[in-house]
């Protein structure tokens, strides 16, 4: 099984513990063949929605510590630098100039956070009505990333359901509710030759991949093409799980290949049963 793997973190995100060097063993043992270090860069932090001076040192922090490791260590599988730079729309000169960093394979472009609310993380979830009012107001910043040029994917679409689900809120984001918008959303995306991530991180908690198995196939039938895989994997124990399914659901949904990126270069690699053809 071969498996490649578009979402990674470690202790250059202030949500892991994990070095480098931790998460490419963890993942080399999971399977993963290739892989992207995807460090958040979001450019307001999460609490308080304030703007985040350090953002401005991820993407040199990241290649860094990779040189680093390359150093130390004969790594055993390929391992390429990305961000996943959160609400680029709130300041699109510093995104772009983030985005740009010469060391920089790929781009995730992610929103974790809405104005007034905070990141998703910290919110209560009660019913149903609450939540759908949430992704309303999700999907007007995300229709505000969609058309800037900072990002090569948009990461976890529909990624509130993961802590809806925690607390007991079985919500996520659907065409019955929320169609006009995701449409217009996704037919940004690929007028402008980006793509959307399949995020696992949902398959190994019990809710679901972000996006849905149906937004995947409305995509495809727009004719969405580029889609990357990710554990969205923050510790060891993480690393490449759900990938497998994933390439499974993808299948399903109309996709026979993934994307991998060099230097923000879309590649595509044919999708198997078990995993991708390298």
């Not at 007991?168 to 659907?174: F, M, Q, R, T, Y």
């Not at 509710?177 to 030759?193: F, N, P, T």
Request: net charge negative.
């Amino acid at each position: 099984m071969q498996l490649v793997d578009y979402h990674v973190h470690s202790d250059i995100s202030e949500d892991s513990r994990s070095s480098m060097w931790e998460m490419v063993c963890a993942a080399s043992a999971a399977g993963v063949q290739s892989m992207c270090f995807t460090n958040h860069c979001d450019l307001f932090r999460w609490q308080d929605d304030l703007p985040k001076p350090r953002c401005r040192v991820i993407p040199w922090l990241s290649a860094e510590k990779l040189a680093e490791m390359r150093a130390a260590h004969a790594l055993p599988i390929e391992v390429g630098i990305g961000l996943e730079l959160g609400e680029g729309h709130r300041d699109p000169a510093l995104a772009a100039q983030l985005a740009g960093d010469a060391h920089l394979d790929f781009v995730l472009g992610s929103l974790h956070l809405l104005p007034g609310y905070g990141d998703f993380y910290f919110l209560n979830y009660t019913d149903t009505a609450q939540c759908e009012a949430l992704f309303d107001l999700y999907l007007d910043e995300l229709l505000q990333i969609a058309p800037l040029d900072f990002y090569d994917v948009i990461a976890h679409l529909g990624y509130g359901r993961r802590y809806m689900w925690r607390d007991g809120v079985d919500a996520g984001l659907s065409l019955a509710r929320h169609g006009e918008k995701i449409e217009r959303l996704l037919r940004i995306v690929i007028d402008k030759g980006r793509g959307i991530e399949l995020n696992c991180s949902g398959i190994r908690d019990g809710c679901g991949p972000f996006p849905s198995e149906e937004i995947l196939r409305l995509y495809r039938r727009l004719g969405g093409e580029i889609v990357t895989l990710g554990s969205d994997a923050h510790r060891p124990r993480d690393a490449g799980c759900g990938l497998a399914e994933g390439c499974r659901v993808l299948r399903r949904c109309g996709f026979d290949r993934v994307a991998v990126y060099r230097r923000r270069k879309a590649d595509f690699i044919d999708i198997t049963e078990e995993g991708v053809s390298l």
